[in-house]
């Protein structure tokens, strides 16, 4: 049904049929309103003929006086055949004669009566009457010179003979005139659009027919479908001859296709083995960052398949949490290959198991010609083979490092342990006297610097991976605040904290992050012999807790701030040097900076950069 609704034919019938029956109908409304014109037309000049005929017969016998004559006249007019009314009336509208005596004395109630006489002119028209539909004549009847011996010689109107002919005759005629009119209509509407319909099938409906029936073979791939020829010169015949040319130049434009898609096919084939092939993961996505491309070292390296990822993922969920951002932000700047691009960026990104990989990225934004951006790419290099390399040669120089260590452990220790052998024993029981007692002293405070010493070591060579949980860097410093706040008392160190209560709760090791605060904030107090002020700030900085502890300490001098991680690197008398180096190692676990800026007899700035993750 819906076909057929919406077909060729369908709409060109129809829209041939409104046309014609729009003409039509407005050829038949024309005529139905000549016809009505021409009735009316006709019933005027009746009236005007018997009114005129009636106006002379009673001319002379209004003259002479003889009204019973005008009265009998009136009377036999009366009994014309289509006439309904006949009266005269003088200028008050009473009627003095009518063809009707019952009417006689009687006050007219025509408007058209009425309205002759309070003009003086002719009036006619069509009104109602008597519950049917008649056309009204009135003449007026001046005071004229023939007159005057009867009315004066005054200027006025002596009354109105008034005629009213019955409009059904003349309705009758007009009505069957219109049901002759609606049928003829109706005949030559069905007629016309038979014609038309049996033309417009022949002479377009079946060409296009043909033409679409060729169409859909040639849509289904069959190029070799016939399509008739057609003699006509028309639109159709054009139609046909360009359908003709189409299917010719698709012949030649399918083999040109299928000869580049061959070409196309083979570059295709060896730029996927070159994905395939690379040594290095390569992923590419599309402008929304949804992965496209993810060949078999990716995989490797991922441990995704390919089918898990491709039109699944995104990019970012590649990266550990918060470094997506990071990677993202730098791929913006120059100093890392150029805007839109990276090349050889040390970063980290996370397999199928949580596992973090090392990797050096190389990625460029993908542009149109227009400049619309259409995707990524992405080439990551494992730096586990490489890092871990890197670890055994630290770890070696750590070895090496610690080997002096030791030496110099062994020198520490050495003096504190004749001490130990000579006096502990003897001191601790029977020593009496002030000058044993401060060897006793000596003993307890070397003991407790090699323990710290031996401590600090143990610490450095053994840091441990941060176990993570959620928790908050403001209750941690609260926790440190309590308890470094009676040495800070002992000092009469004014302390200030400013703890963002905006920052949300991240993934840190409470205990590593605690010992890095209680490490930085001695130091500070350290360097503040003589009171002085110690602050201690929070705030988010992008997707990051940035903390700030400044002193008003003595400084620490430049050529001492460049080794000052350095291990067993120390400017106090008593340190081991290994605080700040096991500090800044804690913080870069947990995947964020340490960095310190001093000023030489104004105090210490420690900044730490803390990555928001959950």
Same mark, same amino acid.
């Given at each position: 049904?819906?076909?057929?609704? &919406? ?15 729009? %003409? ?162 109706? %005949? ?143 791929? &913006? ?74 030496? &110099? ?206």
């Amino acid at each position: 049904m819906d076909s057929l609704f &919406y077909s060729l034919r369908t709409k060109l019938i129809t829209s041939v049929g409104l046309v014609l029956i729009l %003409i039509l109908a407005s050829f038949s409304h024309r005529d139905m309103k000549t016809h009505e014109r021409f009735f009316l037309e006709e019933a005027r000049k009746k009236a005007r003929d018997v009114t005129d005929t009636v106006m002379k017969s009673i001319e002379y016998p209004m003259l002479d006086g003889e009204m019973e004559y005008v009265q009998a006249i009136l009377e036999r007019v009366n009994a014309l055949k289509d006439l309904r009314v006949i009266s005269l009336c003088n200028s008050d509208g009473v009627i003095r004669y009518s063809g009707n005596p019952e009417r006689i004395g009687k006050i007219t109630s025509s408007k058209r009566a009425l309205e002759a006489l309070r003009t003086h002119t002719l009036t006619k028209g069509l009104e109602k009457r008597f519950g049917e539909k008649i056309y009204r004549y009135t003449v007026p009847i001046l005071n004229e010179k023939a007159c005057y011996k009867c009315h004066g010689s005054e200027k006025r109107i002596l009354g109105a003979l008034t005629m009213a002919f019955v409009w059904t005759p003349v309705e009758k005629k007009l009505n069957k005139h219109r049901n002759e009119l609606i049928i003829n209509f109706f %005949i030559s509407v069905i007629l016309l659009i038979g014609l038309i319909t049996a033309l417009l099938h022949y002479m377009v409906i079946i060409p296009v027919r043909r033409l679409t029936t060729a169409a859909k073979a040639i849509a289904a791939g069959n190029l070799e479908k016939q399509i008739p020829a057609s003699k006509s010169k028309d639109e159709i015949g054009e139609l046909t001859s360009s359908f003709r040319e189409m299917q010719t130049s698709l012949i030649k434009l399918t083999s040109d296709l299928k000869t580049s898609r061959d070409k196309l096919r083979r570059m295709y084939d060896f730029q996927k083995n070159l994905i395939e092939n690379s040594i290095d993961a390569i992923v590419g996505t599309d402008e929304e960052e949804n992965i496209v491309i993810f060949n078999e070292k990716a995989e490797l390296m991922f441990g995704y398949s390919a089918e898990e990822v491709i039109g699944k993922m995104k990019m970012n969920e590649l990266y550990p949490p918060g470094i997506a951002k990071k990677v993202e932000r730098d791929l &913006y700047q120059r100093k890392f290959g150029g805007i839109g691009k990276l090349a050889n960026y040390e970063t980290v990104v996370q397999n199928k198991k949580g596992e973090q990989i090392a990797v050096w990225l190389s990625a460029a934004v993908l542009y149109e010609e227009s400049g619309q951006k259409i995707g990524t790419v992405a080439v990551f290099r494992d730096l586990t083979e490489r890092k871990e390399l890197e670890r055994k040669i630290l770890h070696s120089e750590r070895l090496a490092t610690i080997g002096r260590g030791v030496s &110099y452990i062994c020198h520490e220790i050495k003096n504190p342990l004749i001490i130990i052998g000579g006096f502990t024993l003897q001191v601790l029981r029977s020593i009496k006297d002030e000058k044993n007692k401060q060897k006793l002293q000596i003993v307890i405070d070397e003991i407790q610097r090699l323990n710290q010493f031996l401590m600090d070591i143990r610490d450095f060579t053994k840091i441990a991976k941060p176990h993570l949980s959620l928790c908050s860097i403001n209750d941690i410093i609260k926790e440190v605040f309590s308890l470094i706040e009676p040495s800070l008392k002992d000092k009469e160190i004014r302390f200030i904290h400013s703890l963002d209560p905006h920052i949300p709760e991240t993934l840190l090791d409470p205990r590593q992050i605690k010992q890095v605060l209680i490490n930085i904030l001695k130091n500070s107090i350290e360097a503040m012999p003589d009171k002085g002020e110690l602050s201690v700030t929070t705030k988010l900085k992008d997707d990051n807790i940035e903390i700030i502890i400044k002193d008003t300490g003595k400084g620490i001098p430049p050529e001492d701030l460049e080794k000052i991680f350095d291990p067993f690197y120390t400017t106090k008398p008593k340190g081991s040097g290994l605080g700040l180096g096991i500090s800044k190692e804690i913080i870069e676990n947990h995947g964020g900076t340490l960095k310190l800026e001093s000023e030489l007899g104004k105090g210490t700035t420690c900044i730490i950069d803390l990555p928001i993750e959950r």
